[in-house]
């Protein structure tokens, strides 16, 4: 019997390809809950964060619209930051990296924690009041990582990449 099915199928699919296959993709609505997600942001160049920032955005925005419709207190939402994207947050950079720190602030009203890792503020030099005030400063990132993920939190770790083609070139 197995030798004649492997026989039929090939030429049925020759004969009959659209018949066997859909028109095209279909569209689920996974049944997302209320998230408790820590994300960690560790990044080379501190521009980085920006691109950071559009994984927490779009995460908050797909449960926020239809037919979700979560509200932002809904969500556990953890940044953690220890890398160079530290002096994202320092007040006398604040010029610089103004529209980052400007999403951030707004991220930070909707309820998203962001916490600094004290032991890289050290290496920075930093004190407490160098940071926007939306800031809240921890002994450890990685202490801080594993006692979210204890708290049932899931680990989000945002990949920066550089885009190396236009989506039009591409398509």
Same mark, same amino acid.
Request: glycine content about 4%; proline content about 6%; some cysteine.
């Given at each position: 019997?197995? +030798? ?7 030429? !049925? !699919? ?48 797909? !449960? ?12 556990? @939402?953890?940044?953690?930051? +220890? ?58 990132? *990685? ?11 899931? @680990? @989000? ?12 070139? *591409?398509?």
């Amino acid at each position: 019997m197995t +030798r004649i099915l492997k026989k039929i199928i090939p030429v !049925l !699919l020759l004969v009959f390809p659209t018949s066997l296959f859909a028109e095209g993709a279909t569209y689920t609505e996974t049944p997302y809950k209320e998230p408790r997600v820590v994300f960690d942001f560790y990044f080379n160049e501190p521009d980085d964060i920006n691109s950071a920032l559009y994984w927490v955005r779009t995460f908050m925005n797909t !449960l926020m619209e239809e037919p979700y419709n979560m509200a932002p207190e809904m969500m556990d @939402l953890v940044v953690v930051i +220890r890398g160079m994207e530290i002096v994202t947050v320092a007040k006398k950079n604040y010029p610089r990296y103004k529209s980052a720190v400007d999403r951030m602030q707004y991220l930070a009203m909707l309820g998203v924690k962001f916490k600094v890792c004290g032991l890289a503020a050290k290496t920075y030099g930093y004190t407490l009041e160098d940071f926007q005030d939306f800031i809240e400063v921890i002994p450890s990132a *990685i202490n801080e990582l594993v006692y979210w993920q204890q708290q049932g939190y899931v @680990l @989000l770790t945002p990949t920066i990449l550089s885009k190396k083609y236009s989506v039009e070139e *591409i398509r």
